[in-house]
């Protein structure tokens, strides 16, 4: 099944590039699918990281997602698909809002594939500095600060996950400010000894 997913990706997204480079989209499903193997071995699961954005970027249709891979791969996929139809504060609010309460690999999902993001975000901007944010729809690095918040807050119950220390990491470096506290069930927080 991941087989023939990274194949379905690489086939749906073929010709597209990752914003403000040259490098081929299909890199970024190809990298969230193993950050996802990192936190689990779920085939469903690391084949929906391959296929994450075919719906909410592709003409590729949730029907052909179903009939190639199940409705279990969908519905993980489809979870992770933003309605482009809103504007970008609404789409970005109902992901921090939505995560909060979404399945575990859903979780999983979403944390890789937003600190693959962060990692290309990071990369630019150590090179371009303030200027890497004109590239994106929402150009305010206080907005784009609001949401890498609100995605750390909202996946914190992943912390103990590398990939959430490592988007703890790159939050702090691009935009010079600690990331969120994180609070424990004993009231401990994140960064103490516990």
């Known amino acids: 099944m991941i087989r023939k997913a990274a194949a379905f990706a690489a086939k749906a997204h073929e010709g597209a590039v990752r914003k403000g480079s ?3 989209y299909v890199y970024h499903p190809m990298e969230v699918a193993l950050v996802v193997s990192m936190m689990t071995k779920d085939e469903a699961v690391i084949a929906a990281a391959y296929l994450h954005d ?4 592709t003409p590729v249709t949730a029907e052909a997602i179903r ?6 791969v ?3 996929v489809s979870q992770e698909t933003e309605d482009k139809s809103r504007s970008w504060r609404e789409r970005k609010g109902h992901t921090i809002e939505h ?3 979404a399945s575990h690999d859903v979780k999983i999902l979403t944390l890789a594939d937003k600190v693959c993001n962060l990692r290309a975000t990071a990369r630019d901007y150590l090179a371009m500095g303030d200027q890497v944010w004109e590239r ?5 690095k206080g907005m784009q600060q609001w949401y890498y918040r609100g995605l750390l807050k909202s996946l914190s119950d992943l ?7 490592e988007m703890r990491r790159l939050y702090e470096l691009v935009f ?5 506290e994180v609070c424990f069930d004993d009231g401990a927080t994140a960064g103490e000894d516990n």
């Open 22 to 24: 040259g490098i081929p």
């Open 54 to 57: 075919v719906l909410e970027d």
């Open 67 to 72: 009939e190639a891979f199940g409705c279990r």
């Open 74 to 76: 969908l519905e993980l």
């Open 99 to 101: 995560v909060k309460s």
């Open 136 to 140: 994106f729809n929402e150009k305010r």
């Open 159 to 165: 912390r103990g996950e590398a990939p959430y220390q």
């Open 176 to 180: 010079a400010e600690p990331a969120p």
